[in-house]
T-cell receptor, first 116, second 113 residues
Framework: GAVVSQHPSRVICKSGTSVKIECRSL??????MFWYRQFPKQSLMLMAT?????????EQGVEKDKFLINHASLTLSTLTVTSAHPEDSSFYIC????????????FGNGTRLTVT | KQEVTQIPAALSVPEGENLVLNCSFT??????LQWFRQDPGKGLTSLLL?????REQTSGRLNASLDKSSGRSTLYIAASQPGDSATYLC????????????FGSGTQLTVLP
């Protein structure tokens, strides 16, 4: 089945630094990838839709200058948390769909970000 | 705005029991509905996808139903096992052009050996 790989699985960084998270579709091409954020015991909140070769579409309330998304190829999207603060600590998950909207979404294993 | 609710929030059952997880959504204009499993600290694993034109989907011990008109879906797990312990999430994709994906808050299932 379709596999989405996310790296790193855990990262600890100091306040003010930037962190990059990668999301790769291993055995399919994904023109669209999605980035989610999940707080403890809560559901996933869509942050942005990443489109290959064009600008990402951000959900209301998500700062595009803080959460930089790049989707330079059909198999890779990156999320960079810039000037991280402790309140950015969360679980970030990406997903991709290998065909049209009739096919299921496949998720990465997530990245646990801790900002100290 | 679509809202997805899952009841119960947590459920604990003895091994071998059959169980039903519920998912309801406020806007019946959906494209499809997907059930996921999430293990602690992990990403999501897709379990079943139901198209808006379908009534149910089955995979092994899992059966998901969809009643779009009433805004409800259920996930039936037969003969539960300790390995089924996880959080189960349902998500709907809206039928609008944005194809917005909305998640429920999940049901945390514990199957006791």
């Amino acid at each position: 089945g379709a596999v989405v790989s996310q790296h790193p699985s855990r990262v600890i960084c100091k306040s003010g630094t930037s962190v990059k998270i990668e999301c790769r579709s291993l055995d399919f091409q994904a023109t669209t990838m999605f980035w989610y954020r999940q707080f403890p015991k809560q559901s996933l909140m869509l942050m942005a839709t990443s489109n290959e070769g064009s600008k990402a579409t951000y959900e209301q309330g998500v700062e595009k200058d803080k959460f930089l998304i790049n989707h330079a190829s059909l198999t890779l999207s990156t999320l960079t948390v810039t000037s991280a603060h402790p309140e950015d600590s969360s679980f970030y998950i990406c997903s991709a769909r290998d065909e049209g909207f009739n096919s299921p979404l496949h998720f990465g294993n997530g990245t646990r970000l801790t900002v100290t | 705005k679509q809202e997805v609710t899952q009841i119960p929030a947590a459920l604990s059952v003895p091994e071998g029991e059959n169980l039903v997880l519920n998912c309801s959504f406020t806007d019946s204009a959906i494209y499809n509905l997907q059930w996921f499993r999430q293990d602690p600290g992990k990403g999501l694993t897709s379990l079943l996808l139901i198209q808006s034109s379908q009534r149910e989907q089955t995979s092994g011990r899992l059966n998901a139903s969809l009643d779009k008109s009433s805004g409800r879906s259920t996930l039936y797990i037969a003969a539960s096992q300790p390995g089924d312990s996880a959080t189960y999430l349902c998500a709907v994709i809206g039928a609008g052009s944005a194809r917005q994906l909305t998640f429920g808050s999940g049901t945390q299932l514990t199957v006791l050996p």
